[in-house]
């Protein structure tokens, strides 16, 4: 069985023309983005394969990907599709998660400043002063650990 199928893009680009062959306990994979057309296994291939819901997929790709699904089913291949599609979004949203506490730990707790000899150093702040002119280095340095 042969799928082909229109995805979208991270970055919003146009869309990646995604392939699907399953023949003989053999899958074949092509996507013309730029991973893809060095031959390696891509993000998309692996979406479509795991049936990522969240993938951009138009109906007529979701009916497809959903017969492709039936022609792998109960394969070790479409166990491992789906658990890399999960693990992938578990990484997207644990890093979205990170990124919002850096940015709130920046704006609230640290002052990052430079040393005589260029080094940056950073400095925790336990309750950030309403201006940090009237902080020195001896004040916060004591509770940096």
Same mark, same amino acid.
């Given at each position: ?72 089913? @109960? *394969?070790?291949? %479409? ?8 693990? $992938?979004? +578990? ?24 040393? @005589? *000899?260029?080094? %940056? ?8 002063? $309403?201006? +940090? ?13």
């Amino acid at each position: 069985m042969e799928v082909r199928i229109l995805m979208s893009s991270d970055s919003g680009h146009q869309p990646y023309c995604v392939s699907l062959e399953f023949e003989d306990s053999l899958v074949r994979c092509n996507c013309d983005c730029p991973d893809g057309i060095v031959g390696r296994l891509c993000k998309h291939a692996l979406r479509a394969m795991g049936n990522n819901k969240e993938a951009g997929f138009d109906s007529s790709s979701r009916t497809r990907i959903e017969e492709f699904q039936q022609s792998i089913q @109960g *394969t070790q291949l %479409q166990t491992l599709a789906r658990e890399w599609v999960e693990l $992938e979004q +578990t990484a997207q949203t644990t890093k979205k998660r990170a990124d919002l506490i850096r940015r709130e730990i920046k704006a609230s707790h640290v002052r990052i400043g430079r040393s @005589g *000899t260029g080094r %940056q150093s950073i400095y925790v702040v336990p309750h950030p002063p $309403e201006s +940090t002119k009237d902080i020195s280095v001896e004040d916060v340095s004591e509770d940096f650990p």
